[in-house]
């Protein structure tokens, strides 16, 4: 038996007290050092030199600096030894990491050790439990043949029974699945108090197909109230999709075309109006100045001849007077009269006058979409969501709100903000404290059709299906929506379809959501571009919050949640980067005087 066995031998039988970890007289000049075990497995023995020591119920061990550590189930070694760190990842253990097939067959024998037998709320492994099996433990080879481990396996859980009798064998995948659920738990609660998030709601379906919905933290602070199922978000632009796919289903329908130009529906708004077409307002390749973007000292940045009080632009009413209404057209009219006063020189060229040359992301493209929905149909942009696809896919948490319906009602997520963290001394100076507000309230038509809706996570899981299992459109219509714009050239790595958004990089198409107090996105994961639907899951997660800024960077609902959910499920090389993709114009960003903040993106 080797010295590393003899200790873990006597520090199961209990013949010395170790506390929570010990350390041989000879090597007391080493530095004792915590760490934690990330997935917060109780009851394992962790040695590293001459410490050895059992993992507490948060997963706190002790290691010694410089020496590696090894951790140990009674005497079964679990992977490989690996440097001690403040936060170790269990599967960092095995060479391959979550794809290793020892660390598959690790948590078959961790979850049925488990004293409640239910790893979704964390693994307890007694003493007394492993004293019992170690025997059993003991002969288990995690790098044998699968037939050999299913013996080594099925001799384990037949004694487990006479401990718990209700110990049953988990397969592999079965036991993963849990293992996974419980690590995605883990990490979003790790980012509700990092990213100080009220809420999360996210569902998402696993790659054995099964659908898991998630609800962490409170819907809201002050009543204590805790997120469920049926709390409603904001979703932002992720209501751009929905009008996307209702311009499409009428071009499937014969009664619009891509190539239709805005001087068709909008006679005379635009200088360029005969060569914008629906297809630029979709993909965002028209060019046209984003009402947003209607901030102080924005006109006079560009040298526009444009004359408006503080308290009439766009973004100062947004901030201050959430009840404010709009119409259509006075949305649509903060584009046009950028469109023609703006003279493009060679250093302010943000706006773009050629269509269909560059992507230049603006919430003006989907009101002017909205605007010819109605125009064609004869009915509101939010009757024919609501009739296409709210009630033909049993969206029953999925609504569109009116202008005028600036207050949320029912079951909602109550979304908050801090605007002297987004807008700085400028939120400052507006009377804002350095605090979250709740920001439930918002007038729809502050953005109508770019970014009004509202819904569930398990809503918009059924949403991603749809769009883009092909639910929604004829089979031509689908292709001719799958067509895209580069904008690699003008952003990360992705292309801009007929209302949903590619991300090359971390193989997702959807769309995000940022509105004031909530952050939203819809995506469906991919393995094979060449088999999108065969080899896809989709996915939604729902945030009450505006999110704090850190260091300059403004972060969403993929980079905080999704992608680190994605990495949990496939590997950590299942994404290109924790920090997502930005659906916004990253090359022709300008940093302006005044507030213009982060929310120029919905």
């Known amino acids: 038996?080797?010295?590393?066995?003899?200790?873990?031998?006597?520090?199961?039988?209990?013949?010395?007290?170790?506390?929570?970890?010990?350390?041989?007289?000879?090597?007391?000049?080493?530095?004792?050092?915590?760490?934690?075990?990330?997935?917060?497995?109780?009851?394992?023995?962790?040695?590293?030199?001459?410490?050895?020591?059992?993992?507490?119920?948060?997963?706190?061990?002790?290691?010694?600096?410089?020496?590696?550590?090894?951790?140990?189930?009674?005497?079964?070694?679990?992977?490989?030894?690996?440097?001690?760190?403040?936060?170790l990842n269990l599967d960092s253990l095995f060479t391959d990491g979550v794809n290793d097939h020892r660390f598959k067959k690790a948590v078959q024998i961790l979850s049925v050790l488990d004293d409640n037998l239910d790893i979704t709320d964390g693994i307890q492994i007694l003493s007394s439990t492993v004293i019992s099996v170690n025997s059993d433990l003991k002969n288990i080879n995690l790098a044998s043949s699968d037939a050999d481990f299913d013996s080594q396996y099925s001799t384990l859980v037949n004694s487990l029974k006479s401990v718990n009798s209700s110990t049953t064998k988990l397969e592999g995948s079965a036991a993963l699945i849990s293992f996974q659920k419980w690590e995605i738990g883990t990490y979003i609660d790790s980012q509700i108090l990092a990213k100080k998030l009220p809420g999360v709601s996210l569902s998402i379906e696993l790659p054995n197909g099964e659908t898991y919905n998630l609800y962490k933290g409170l819907a809201n602070i002050a009543a204590n109230e805790a997120i469920t199922a049926d709390h409603q978000y904001r979703i932002g632009s992720a209501t751009k999709s929905f009008v996307g796919m209702a311009i499409m289903q009428l071009v499937g329908e014969g009664k619009l075309s891509l190539d239709d130009t805005v001087e068709k529906y909008f006679p005379g708004k635009f200088p360029n109006g005969s060569s914008i077409t629906v297809k630029n307002l979709i993909r965002h390749t028209a060019g046209i100045f984003s009402f947003t973007s209607e901030s102080p000292g924005y006109y006079e940045a560009f040298d526009l001849d444009i004359t408006k009080s503080f308290d009439d632009l766009w973004f100062?009413?947004?901030?201050?007077?959430?009840?404010?209404?709009?119409?259509?057209?006075?949305?649509?009219?903060?584009?046009?009269?950028?469109?023609?006063?703006?003279?493009?020189?060679?250093?302010?060229?943000?706006?773009?006058?050629?269509?269909?040359?560059?992507?230049?992301?603006?919430?003006?493209?989907?009101?002017?979409?909205?605007?010819?929905?109605?125009?064609?149909?004869?009915?509101t942009w939010e009757q024919e969501v609501t009739s296409r696809f709210i009630v033909t896919l049993g969206l029953n948490n999925t609504k569109v709100p009116l202008s005028g319906e600036?207050?949320?009602t029912g079951t909602f997520a109550s979304g908050y903000v801090n605007w002297v963290n987004n807008l700085g001394a400028d939120g400052a100076s507006l009377g804002f404290t350095d605090t979250d507000i709740d920001r439930s309230t918002t007038d729809p038509s502050f953005t109508g059709s770019s970014g009004t809706m509202i819904s569930t996570s398990e809503d918009m899981l059924k949403w991603s299906n749809a769009v883009m299992e092909g639910q929604l459109l004829d089979t031509t219509t689908q292709a001719l929506m799958m067509e895209g714009f580069d904008f690699s050239a003008f952003s990360t790595n992705g292309e801009m379809l007929h209302g949903v958004v590619h991300d090359k990089d971390n193989k997702l198409f959807g769309h995000r959501g940022q509105i004031v107090g909530y952050d939203a996105s819809w995506q469906y994961r991919y393995e094979d571009v060449n088999d999108i639907v065969g080899t896809g899951t989709a996915m939604a997660v729902l945030i009450n919050r505006t999110m704090l800024i850190e260091g300059g960077h403004v972060s969403n609902a993929n980079e905080i949640i999704l992608l680190g959910v994605l990495d949990i499920l496939y590997g950590a090389n299942a994404t290109s980067s924790k920090k997502g993709m930005k659906q916004s114009n990253k090359k022709n960003k300008v940093n302006l005087p005044g507030v213009q903040g982060h929310l120029n993106e919905y």
């Not at 950028?338 to 269909?356: D, R």
Request: charged share 15%.
């Open 1 to 87: 038996m080797t010295i590393k066995k003899s200790l873990i031998s006597i520090f199961l039988l209990g013949l010395i007290s170790f506390g929570l970890f010990s350390c041989n007289d000879e090597d007391t000049n080493k530095s004792v050092r915590s760490g934690k075990l990330a997935q917060k497995v109780s009851g394992l023995t962790v040695i590293s030199g001459s410490t050895v020591g059992e993992s507490s119920n948060t997963g706190a061990f002790f290691y010694e600096e410089g020496e590696l550590v090894d951790i140990w189930v009674g005497e079964l070694k679990l992977g490989n030894g690996v440097q001690g760190s403040l936060s």
């Open 316 to 379: 100062i009413k947004y901030i201050v007077t959430p009840s404010n209404t709009y119409t259509n057209d006075e949305l649509i009219d903060i584009g046009s009269v950028v469109a023609n006063t703006f003279v493009p020189t060679v250093t302010k060229t943000y706006f773009i006058n050629e269509p269909g040359k560059a992507w230049n992301y603006s919430n003006t493209h989907y009101v002017m979409l909205g605007d010819i929905i109605e125009q064609i149909t004869g009915n």
């Open 406 to 408: 600036s207050t949320m």
